[in-house]
T-cell receptor, first 115, second 111 residues
């Protein structure tokens, strides 16, 4: 089955700097890659996602890039702010038609933004 | 937040007792999922449903069963709770867009 590895497990950045989290996946049939943000004690919230027919997607300070050949995708956060401090999870799926939308999650990255 | 509720939100139980967690949605989404979240493991799929009465196992299904008799409700049952099932349980829903929305979670402590 699919295996998703996420690095680093913790990331400390200065406010205003950029943060990058990288995930690799094993199943070349995966075609949907969401990123979730989870604040302490809260539910995971989708922040951005990308599909395999797209190489990059941006939403304000957040961007995701996908390299299908290398089977990895990355989350980029620019101009980090204290409210970006949270745990971030990547995930991969083969979609609803092939696998009922099941997501395989990475282990998570704890991001700490220091003022 | 999508219309997803979970009950109870917190539960303390003893080893060997049965426990049922409920997920309720008002979005009429076809797909529903149960995950458990433990430190260092991210979110792991327990069971999922692709329609009323249609369910299947995820990667960590041992000791758990599910039922879905209505579109809006997905029940997770721990037949005989063990301490290793102490965790935070999240329900999620999705439709054909594949985006999964999570419920608020249930914190379960098995003593």
């Amino acid at each position: 089955g699919e295996n998703v590895e996420q690095h680093p497990s913790t990331l400390s950045v200065q406010e205003g700097d950029s943060a990058v989290i990288k995930c690799t996946y094993s199943d070349s049939a995966s075609n949907y890659f969401p990123w979730y943000k989870q604040e302490l004690g809260k539910r995971p919230q989708l922040i951005i996602d990308i599909r395999s027919n797209v190489g990059e997607k941006k939403d304000q300070r957040i961007a995701v890039t996908l390299n299908k050949t290398a089977k990895h995708f990355s989350l980029h956060i620019t101009e980090t702010q204290p409210e970006d401090s949270a745990v971030y999870f990547c995930a991969a799926s083969k979609g609803t038609f092939d696998s009922w939308g099941k997501l395989q999650f990475g282990a998570g990255t704890q991001v700490v933004v220091t003022p | 937040d999508a219309g997803i509720t979970q009950s109870p939100r917190h539960k303390v139980t003893e080893t060997g007792t049965p426990v049922t967690l409920r997920c309720h949605q008002t979005e009429n989404h076809r797909y529903m999922y149960w995950y458990r979240q433990d430190p260092g493991h991210g979110l792991r799929l327990i069971h999922y449903s692709y329609g009323v009465k249609d369910t299947d196992k995820g990667e960590v299904s041992d000791g758990y069963s599910v039922s879905r008799s209505k579109t809006e409700d997905f029940l997770l049952t721990l037949e005989s709770a063990t301490s290793s099932q102490t965790s935070v349980y999240f329900c999620a829903i999705s439709d054909v867009t594949e985006t999964q929305y999570f419920g608020p979670g249930t914190r379960l402590l098995v003593l």
